[in-house]
Structures are given as C-alpha cells and as structure tokens.
DNA sequence: AAAATAATGAATGTCGAGAATATGAAGCTG
DNA sequence: CAGCTTCATATTCTCGACATTCATTATTTT
C-alpha cells in the first residue's frame, strides 16, 4: 500500500498536497466561508490521514484562511466588510512600496516581464467588456501575473512574501462577491496607466494609480447571497 | 488585540503548547540557526509525541522561523545578514505606516499607554549606561511594549499581525548578535524623542525618527559568531 | 582505482485506534 | 418552568507502530 499520491519525482508529502488544495479551494470558494472543517469528513473528501490534514490546517489557520480554536476544531475563516477594508488598508501600503522599489530597481528583465504581461492583461481586459458575473480564470490569472511583475524587482524576498499572503486574501473576498459594476469600469485604462507609470519610472503616479486601483476594486465589492449560514459577518 | 489569544488556558491543546515553546526557544536562541529539528529528540525534551510536535514546526515554517524540506524533516531557518536587510526593510515600512495611523486616530487611552510604556523604558534604558553583552528581559519587554504602544491605536489587526511577526523575526536576529556599541548610544533620547514626536502628532517626524532607530539598531548588529555550522554538529 | 550500484541504518511521514474534550439531551431540584 | 446536574454521543486531539524515503557505507564492475 503506497501512502503517497505522487510517485513521481516531486518530492511532495501529503500534507504539503492537502494544503495546496484546500487553500486553493478556500480561496475560490468551495469551502464556504464559515463551513466548519471537519477531520473524518475531509478524510473521505480527499482520502489521506488525519495527521496530514491536520498539518494542512495549522499552516491554513497561520495564513489566516482557517480559523482554529482549541479542542472545537477548523472552520473556513468567515468574511466581513471590516475585515476587507483592513486587509486592503495592508495590502495597498506593501503593494506600493514594493512598486516604488521595483521601479528604483527594475532592469531590462523585468520591463519585458511587465510588457509581456501588460499585453495579456490586455487583451483579457478586451474580452471583458459586458462579461457579468465571475471573472473567468483567464483573466484573474493575467491579473495577478501582471499585479506580480510590476513589484517582482523590489529585490525583498519579504515584501513579496507578504504581498502574496495579502493578495490571496483578497482574492477570496473579491470572488466571493459579485462585481456588478464592471462595466462601469475602465480596466483596460486603468492598467495601462499603472503599466505606464513604472515603465516611465515614476513612482509617485504608479504608486497612486495602485492606490486608486486597489480603492476602486474593493468599494465595489458587493457580497454575494452567503452559502453556509455562518458566512453572515456579525460585527464584533 | 493581541495576535495569540489564549484567554482560557484549560483550551491549551499540546501543539499549541509545543508551538509556544518552540518559537520562545528559537527567538531567544535556545534552538541555534541552523539546528536540526528531530522528532525524536525533541519527543523526549518536550515529553509528546509526534504529532503536536509536527503541528507545531508546519505552524513556525508558515512563519518563518523554521526551514521545512519534504521527507527531510525540519531545521531552525538560518541566520544570514542579507535576510536581516530585507526583514528590517519590510518591517520598517510597515512600522512607519501603523505609526501614522496610530498618531492620527489615538485617543487618551493610547496616549496613557505610550506614557506608561515611556516611562518604564525610561528607567530601564538610564540603568544601561553601562552595561555590554546581552539585553535585560526586562529591557527587551519594556523596548517591545513601547514600540507595540505606538503602534496600538492604528485600527488595522492586519498591520499589527504582521508588524509582530517581523518584529519577532527581527528580535531573534538582535538576540543573537553582540551590541559592542550599545554604549555608543543614546538610546534614552531617541525613544523620548520618538514618544515625544507621537504625543504631539507629528506623523512625519516620528516616522522619520523610527526610520532612524530600526536603521541604527540594524546597522550595530554584528554577529556572534558563525556559530551555523557548530549547531549542526551538534547532534544531542 | 574510480564510478556505479546495492545494502544498511536512521529519520521522516502516515495511519488507525484510543484518550481527552466538547456538545446536546434527558432527568432532577427548587 | 427555569436552572442545574448527569449521562450519552460525537468530535477533537494524541500516541505508538509501521511504511516510506533519505543518507551512508559496502560491494561490484569497468
């Protein structure tokens, strides 16, 4: 009997396995805010031990995507507008200092990396003009790649470990929600500026192009109809 | 707000414990850089069995305090002066942004707890004059308290989360480094001047000052000793 | 002798079962 | 009927044992 799913090269345990996949489906909403996490039920959803998915756990309730309380168990981390704001507050300060020093910074390397990507994003943004509803994965992706390039030649390993942290964070709050007023939003704009701000080496703009970017993304995050009833956010 | 709530201690279970205990030990140096982290060892010096123990590294590796390679176990991260550039970097950024927040949106209460926080430090940096090697427990509490004082009123738990892990992070590197010139300093009059610059609102000085303060301490570290390898021969 | 391969010992990662704890229902007291 | 206690059930947490992988040495091959 072979304990491990991937005999492959990959040197991967299964709680490492356990931990990709339930972040990744906390974050895009399979497991609902709020739901509570139960080890025997998870055990059979994806057929490994107790052990390792408790390990997937800790390190969960450590980014702040599970909450744990002694002895009562794992339960999705719930969402609330508060919380959001805060995150946003945290996530735009990082954001634009990484920006300011990826474009003191940047090269020749990391221009064609935010080209390469500013042209994706591009042409994503194109399609999108009367798409209601979820953002399909194809953008969301061009949008993280190009987020990512504009601040990868910061040069601090910490800055981008924290911005990513923040930025998964906020993903979960912005596909949970619907963006109704997508349309009214010039993205495509809204990006190229950015894009042109840094290639320009200007950090102020670029800086305050993110902040207004980030502003515009969360005022209009408009919760969707909660799926567990515990996703309702009671203000504490 | 403090980040791990244990109101009710009874609710402890043994990974938290063993969380605790570990991350206690790394920072102050108990556990050197470096260091190996076996299981079966640390059974015995903590007295429970694996699995807490497990629970407890996957927690400190989302933190960074501990390396983590599959099927190769654990071991305490490294201790390198690049990592502390970038660590003191992140951290002062973030440190500056909770301070102007805190500056702009204190109340008496908070101004009450820098003042008592102040106070303490006061006396503790005037009984430094003197001393060399390392810091007083009662000097790093009082130095920590003041700075999270500051801090306290910035209306953000994300902030103030990730301002306590770098801060953590920074203090294991401070701890295990010799402050030869901490006599050199004059530690009193840039926490007054830091305090001062708070009560009377001035976001912009006492950024600046704080600024200065993280980058002195950074630049006084000089390290111990290479005491990397030394750990890692040292097997029981 | 050097390189490649096989064997050995040690450490890691995983599982199932059992102990500790919480949750909820039933019964008792006032 | 409210409030408290007791008991039963469900869930969490922990442990010891075992399967798997890694690192090192011994053996074989060219």
């Known amino acids: 009997m072979t304990y491990y799913a991937f005999d492959d090269a990959s040197r991967q345990t299964l709680a490492d396995s356990a931990y990709a996949q339930l972040r990744r489906d906390i974050i895009v909403g399979t497991r ?64 634009k200092e990484a920006l300011r020093l990826s474009i003191e910074q940047g090269d020749n390397l990391w221009e064609a990396r935010v080209v390469a990507a500013a042209y994706i994003m591009g042409k994503e943004d194109a399609m999108l003009s009367e798409a209601l509803g979820d953002l399909p994965d194809s953008w969301e992706k061009a949008n993280a790649e190009l987020h990512a390039s504009l601040v990868s030649a910061c040069g601090s390993d910490w800055l981008i470990k924290i911005r990513t942290g923040l930025h998964d964070l906020c993903e979960r709050y912005r ?62």
């Open 32 to 95: 609902a805010p709020g739901e509570r996490l139960r080890i025997e039920k998870l055990k059979k959803i994806y057929e490994i031990g107790p052990t390792p998915l408790r390990e997937a756990m800790q390190k969960l309730a450590q980014d702040g995507l599970v909450n744990s309380e002694g002895n009562r168990g794992f339960t999705v981390a719930p969402l609330n507008a508060n919380e959001f704001q805060d995150l946003n507050l945290a996530r735009t300060v990082i954001e």
């Open 175 to 236: 596909r949970a929600s619907v963006n109704q007023k997508i349309g009214s939003r010039n993205l495509q704009a809204e990006h190229s500026g950015i894009v042109e701000a840094a290639l320009a080496r200007d950090a102020d703009k670029a800086c305050a192009l993110i902040e207004a970017h980030f502003g515009l993304t969360a005022a209009m995050l408009v919760p969707k109809e909660p799926t567990h009833k515990e996703a309702v956010s009671q203000t504490e």
